[in-house]
């Protein structure tokens, strides 16, 4: 008797290292490709340059041409970090063109990119009499920073650097631009509490959610599903940078914000996918307008249509700048 009870205690034993060993070789399957999805995307370790928006020669050059009018910032950010970026003031060249006095555009560029892709919004605005200024988001260029926070972090940046011209212009009046994960920045930033003087917003290219765009990416790239990378790399995000995906929700801040934002995106788009344009557009509750570019693939609506481009973007910054 006592043979068996062993027999049956020993099976029994067995069978419980069988399922722990099968458990932490599941969870380490799961949580290692899960832990390198993270480092790959977040840590500002990797590469700073810009896979996603293609930085042509002409973009480039025109940034070298307009750089030596640049004065460069700094900041502190909320968590201590230092923060750079480059303030650029509209030249009065004896034209009758107008020198928009006490106007500030905040320029914010994209995922692994840099100010040098916002030349031509940068242009534009200056030719347009805004004084401009675009930030180095933090873990980019000069900006500190270990993990990109995919605008989680990046809009507390943005109210920094909204605090920063206010402490000098009390009465200025700001318009926010963000392109790609600079988009999403700007929405998550209208929907906090911000002051008056943010009267309007442009988001060229932003995801719904960080959750979305990732899980688009990890079928995009991969050919993988949602789950259980998703869940699992977004645990290790909150063990390692500090959020969640789901705490990174452009939908969500839209839905609160008061500040009139037009969406712009282009149809050709794969890395922001397209039907993300549709959802935010909808969940809005600010004042809003939407532009489609046709043809244009991610972050490259201004250089595919300019004069569509600019003729909205002019019209709706009219429509509330008073």
Not at 128 to 155: A, C, N
Not at 171 to 184: D, F, N, Q, W
Not at 231 to 239: Q, R
Request: hydrophobic share 45%.
């Amino acid at each position: 008797m006592n043979e068996k009870k062993k027999k049956v205690s020993g099976k029994k034993r067995n069978i419980i290292v069988i399922i722990s060993v099968l458990f932490v070789v599941i969870i380490a399957a799961i949580f290692f490709p899960a832990n390198y999805l993270v480092s790959f995307a977040l840590d500002s370790e990797n590469e700073k340059g810009s896979p996603v928006e293609k930085m042509s020669g002409q973009r480039i050059a025109l940034w070298e041409s307009l750089l030596p009018r640049a004065f460069p910032v700094e900041i502190s950010s909320r968590d201590g970090l230092n923060l750079g970026g480059y303030l650029f003031f509209p030249e009065a060249d004896g034209t009758e063109k107008t020198v928009r006095k006490n106007c500030f555009v905040i320029a914010v560029h994209g995922y692994k990119s840099s100010p040098v892709s916002m030349a031509f919004i940068l242009s534009h605005y200056l030719e347009q009499g805004w004084t401009v200024l675009v930030p180095e988001q933090r873990s980019h260029g000069s900006s500190d920073g270990k993990y990109i926070g995919m605008g989680f972090y990046e809009k507390d940046d943005v109210a920094c650097w909204i605090d920063y011209i206010l402490d000098g212009n009390p009465s200025a009046k700001i318009l926010l631009h963000g392109v790609s994960m600079g988009a999403a920045t700007v929405m998550l930033t209208t929907g906090m509490k911000l002051p008056a003087n943010i009267f309007a917003a442009v988001e060229d290219c932003g995801y719904s959610s960080l959750t979305e765009e990732f899980t688009a990416q990890l079928s995009e790239m991969f050919s993988l599903p949602y789950f259980p990378l998703i869940p699992a790399a977004s645990l290790i995000t909150k063990v390692r940078a500090g959020f969640f995906f789901g705490d990174v929700n452009c939908m969500e801040a839209v839905s609160r914000s008061v500040t009139p934002t037009l969406f712009i995106h282009g149809d050709k788009d794969s890395f922001v996918p397209f039907y993300m344009l549709e959802k935010l557009y909808n969940a809005a509750s600010c004042e809003k307008e939407m532009l489609v570019v046709p043809g244009a693939e991610h972050a490259e609506s201004v250089d595919v249509n300019p004069s569509l481009y600019w003729e909205t973007v002019d019209k709706f910054v009219s429509t509330y700048f008073e």
